[in-house]
C-alpha cells in the first residue's frame, strides 16, 4: 500500500445541526434515496460481510452489511467513522436491531458525498460502528450532524461520536491503518482508528 497520502484535516464531534436544518437535510436524502432506488443503483455486497475489524482501543466488531452506491464519485476519498450504543438494546435485541437497521438506508445513502458503509456489530462494549467511505470532509460532516438527531432518538446520547479524515479512503485504511499514524494523536479516543495488524 502506498505510504505517500496526505492527511489534510480531520474533523471529530462537531455539534449537530440545528433540528430544522437537520430535517430538511434528512428529507432530501430519504427523496435522492428513492431516486437511487429506482435506478438500481444501491447495492448490498456481500465481499466485506463477516470480516471483523479491530480498533486501536483493543475493541473489534463483525461486519454484518455493505451498502454501496454504484458510481459515486471518490475524488475527495474521506473515511468517516461513526459510533453509538443503543439505548435499552441488549441479549437477541441486537439481532433484532441488525435486521431492522436496513430500514435506515433512506437516512444516508441519498446524502451528497456517500459512497458505501461497511456496518458493525456491537462490540464489546455494546457499541455500533458505521465505517465509511465518503467524498469530501464537508460533505461527511454534514451528514453526521444530520444523522445525529436520530441516532440521539434510540441512542445514549453521550456515546454518540464520529471523525472524519481527508486524504485516506476507507480500503486504504483498512488494508493498511498505519498510514493514520500521523493523525493517531489528533483524537481524544482510538476507538475510531482500525488497529495496525
Same mark, same amino acid.
Given at each position: 500500500m502506498t505510504r505517500d497520502v496526505v492527511v489534510n484535516d480531520v474533523v471529530e464531534d462537531n455539534r449537530p445541526l440545528p433540528f430544522v436544518t437537520a430535517f430538511v437535510a434528512l428529507a432530501r436524502c430519504a427523496l435522492r434515496t428513492a431516486v437511487l432506488l429506482l435506478r438500481g443503483a444501491?447495492?448490498? $455486497?456481500?465481499?466485506?460481510?463477516?470480516?471483523?475489524?479491530?480498533?486501536?482501543?483493543? !475493541?473489534?466488531? *463483525?461486519?454484518?452489511?455493505?451498502?454501496v452506491v454504484r458510481g459515486a464519485a471518490t475524488d475527495d476519498p474521506t473515511l468517516l467513522v461513526v459510533a453509538f450504543r443503543l439505548r435499552g438494546v441488549r441479549g437477541p435485541l441486537?439481532?433484532?436491531?441488525? %435486521?431492522?437497521?436496513?430500514?435506515?438506508? $433512506?437516512l444516508f445513502v441519498g446524502f451528497p458525498g456517500f459512497v458505501?458503509?461497511?456496518?458493525? %456489530?456491537?462490540?464489546?462494549?455494546?457499541?455500533?460502528?458505521?465505517?465509511?467511505?465518503?467524498?469530501?470532509?464537508? *460533505?461527511?460532516?454534514?451528514?453526521?450532524?444530520?444523522?445525529?438527531?436520530?441516532? %440521539?432518538?434510540?441512542?445514549?446520547?453521550? !456515546?454518540i461520536h464520529y471523525v472524519a479524515v481527508t486524504g485516506v479512503g476507507r480500503d486504504q485504511v483498512l488494508a493498511d491503518p498505519s498510514i493514520l499514524e500521523r493523525v493517531a494523536g489528533s483524537s481524544t479516543s482510538m476507538w475510531w482508528r482500525p488497529a495496525v495488524r
Open positions: 444501491v447495492m448490498l $455486497p456481500r465481499a466485506h460481510v463477516d470480516d471483523v475489524i479491530g480498533f486501536a482501543d483493543g !475493541s473489534h466488531g *463483525r461486519v454484518y452489511r455493505e451498502t441486537h439481532a433484532v436491531f441488525r %435486521a431492522e437497521s436496513l430500514l435506515n438506508t $433512506p458505501s458503509k461497511l456496518w458493525l %456489530a456491537h462490540d464489546e462494549h455494546g457499541r455500533y460502528r458505521g465505517v465509511y467511505q465518503w467524498n469530501g470532509l464537508r *460533505r461527511a460532516d454534514a451528514y453526521v450532524r444530520a444523522l445525529w438527531w436520530v441516532l %440521539a432518538l434510540v441512542s445514549e446520547r453521550s !456515546s
